[in-house]
């Protein structure tokens, strides 16, 4: 197909376009869940349960899209009803397996381990698209993926090789591994989303079977372990991650991914320790060091290697 052909250069440069947006989603939904990372940890410190926290999240959340685009997704309910056999599957791995899965995580393991866990996601999610769909795994991805998890691990073990002596498998960490494998899934199983079903209509039905799929979670560890605190702190967590981490992250994230492609949703991903790092630097005061610069850079580099060729090829087919 000539390229002169102005159909083609139209079709060409709104490929692009997709992609390229589809790369500003992932990022700025890796900037709110490096939030809700911090925010996840410190529910330890309040003593609020992981089952209740993902609950109360998802129930706000899911309050907030259904008043916003609870009529678009009622107009789409026959292609919803069509499409049921992904979105129900895909709502309980994603709403309520890996939401309630990374929260038990980071209470039963340091920030720094749960982070260095996530840096094998673009690995799980290359592995499903191999193993899977046959997919081709280029020498360039593969550098990729080398640089990334380089640059993410060298600011999670903050520059101290050493470190990494110490970080035996604990029950934290086993957690932590099953929350990664489902956020590969995740982002896998998100290019089959039904094409005609409206991103924000898909968001307001998943929330709804997440808070059904969690409930009988929630309230067996409310009978057994603890109920949720209500108190000022649980109640600014709790909005803190429906507004910031599940209606606008969640939706970057899908959105974004059904744009770019799993696997490369997948590098993406290593942005998370970047963000988790900046953002303690930020708000917590932690100073600025060599290895937040230079692994922030090896990370953006692998981004750029695995997805720069993908980007300028889109529209070639």
């Known amino acids: 197909m000539s390229t002169s052909d102005p159909t083609a250069a139209g079709a060409d440069a709104a490929a ?17 869940w490096a939030g809700n990372a911090v925010v996840g940890r410190s529910t330890a410190d309040a003593n609020i349960p992981p089952m209740a926290f993902t609950f109360w999240r998802w129930a706000t959340a899911f309050a907030i899209f259904a008043v916003l685009f609870g009529p678009r997704a009622w107009r789409q309910r026959q292609e919803i009803l069509a499409g049921w056999r992904f979105i129900i599957p895909f709502a309980v791995l994603s709403i309520a397996g890996f939401n309630a899965v990374f929260y038990v995580a980071l209470q039963k393991s340091t920030a720094l381990q ?7 996601l673009p690995v799980l999610v290359l592995l499903l698209g191999l193993t899977i769909l046959r997919q081709r795994i280029s020498g360039r991805q593969w550098w990729g993926v080398v640089f990334s998890i380089a640059g993410a691990a060298l600011i999670v073990v903050r520059g101290d090789l050493d470190i990494l002596r110490t970080l035996a498998l604990g029950e934290g960490d086993i957690w932590a591994l099953v929350a990664v494998f489902l956020w590969a899934w995740q982002a896998f199983l998100m290019r089959w989303k039904p094409q005609n079903i409206d991103i924000m209509a898909f968001m307001t039905v998943i929330s709804f079977i997440g808070v059904v799929a969690i409930t009988p979670f929630y309230l067996w560890e409310t009978a057994t ?18 507004v910031m981490a599940s209606f606008i992250g969640t939706t970057c994230w899908n959105e974004g991914t059904f744009r770019a492609g799993g ?42 290697l695995a997805t720069a060729q993908h980007a300028r090829q889109a529209g070639k087919g």
Do not use: C, D
């Not at 702190?233 to 991650?241: F, G, Q, W």
């Open 263 to 304: 696997a490369q949703a997948g590098y993406f991903g290593n942005l998370f320790p970047v963000f988790a790092g900046a953002l303690a630097i930020l708000i917590l005061g932690e100073e600025l060091r060599w290895y937040h610069v230079a692994g922030a850079a090896s990370v953006l580099a692998g981004i750029w």
């Open 114 to 120: 749960v982070s260095l866990i996530q840096s094998i």
């Open 16 to 32: 692009r376009k997709r992609i390229l947006t589809g790369y500003l989603l992932l990022t700025l939904a890796l900037l709110m």
């Open 225 to 242: 372990v603890a109920p949720m605190p209500v108190t000022r702190t649980s109640i600014l967590y709790v909005l803190y991650v429906a």
